[in-house]
């Protein structure tokens, strides 16, 4: 989707703007969506679903019903799918508005109420309609990031639940940031708070306990097992795990069953 023009200066009556949160454009478009690629922009977009439903994919697809608004982060690629005619509502928001490092969603509330009021505004662009805009988008906004104060431990869930599931890929934690529509700094430190550690501290204390697991079921040498739990350099792995366990791994499944079984975290 092409950005969309700005609205005229004339909207504020020709008065200069205040260095503050302000309004880039507003939008509306009722149709399907056949966006082939992501897109980017400059500035948060704050999109509010009107009427229909429609995904919105930023590497982890995102259901938005009617009455549904999301903020996206500035830089964030995202595109809109849906078959039918969902009615939507798009905002630039330039300036310094509260931090939004990942994605915000939220729904009901006065959401679409105010989304239908603001549009009525903006659309009408007659001088002195900029102050009316100006209030409503911060009303607006202020309604999602109310709703959407805890939105990290979904998310948090998600990164833990994907470190574990598939802790012998090489998945950078960039790449799992980008997957979750969050940035690198606040999903480490949303991890931290959540889980006490690191994304790359907990997916390595996942991968050195399966190769225990795996080392005392017996059968399996040192180098096989490292690279089975991801691990390329079987060196690194005997370094890694003689410290997190305080032994090297050899000295693993040579019928010590006499080691109580570890509680998990």
């Known amino acids: 989707m092409a950005e969309p023009a700005r609205l005229p200066d004339s909207c504020w009556g020709g008065a200069p703007r205040a ?10 478009y009722r149709g399907p969506r056949r966006c082939p690629h992501p897109d980017t922009h400059p500035c948060i977009e704050l999109t509010v679903v009107l009427h229909g439903s429609m995904a919105l994919e930023t590497g982890t697809r995102h259901r938005l019903d009617a009455g549904t608004a ?14 039918d005619a969902p009615d939507t509502l798009w905002v630039g928001l330039d300036g310094i508005w509260p931090a939004v490092p990942a994605l915000l969603t939220a729904a ?8 239908e ?4 505004a903006a659309a009408a ?23 959407a104060q805890a939105p990290g431990d979904d998310l948090v869930d998600l990164a833990v639940a994907r470190l574990g599931a598939q802790h012998e890929q090489d998945l950078s934690i960039a790449a799992l940031a980008a997957e979750l529509g ?3 700094g606040w999903l480490h430190r949303a991890f931290r708070r959540r889980t006490g550690t690191t994304p790359r501290a907990f997916r390595e204390r996942v991968r050195l306990e399966r190769a225990r697991d795996l080392l005392g079921a017996g059968g399996l040498p040192v180098a096989k097992v490292a690279r089975l739990v991801g691990y390329n350099d ?5 370094r890694a795990y003689h410290r997190h366990f305080g032994h090297p791994p050899s000295g693993e499944g040579h019928g010590n069953q006499s080691r109580k079984p570890d509680p998990g975290p």
């Open 70 to 83: 999301v903020l996206i982060p500035a830089g964030l690629p995202h595109r809109e799918i849906a078959a």
């Open 234 to 238: 079987p060196l690194y792995f005997s």
């Open 125 to 147: 662009r007659s001088p002195g309609c900029g102050a009316v805009v100006d209030g409503l988008v911060r009303a607006l906004t202020g309604e999602v990031l109310r709703q």
């Open 182 to 184: 969050l940035s690198v």
């Open 19 to 28: 260095r503050e949160p302000g309004v880039r454009w507003v939008a509306r």
């Open 108 to 115: 009901g509330g006065r959401i679409t109420a105010l989304a």
């Open 117 to 120: 009021e603001l549009w009525l």
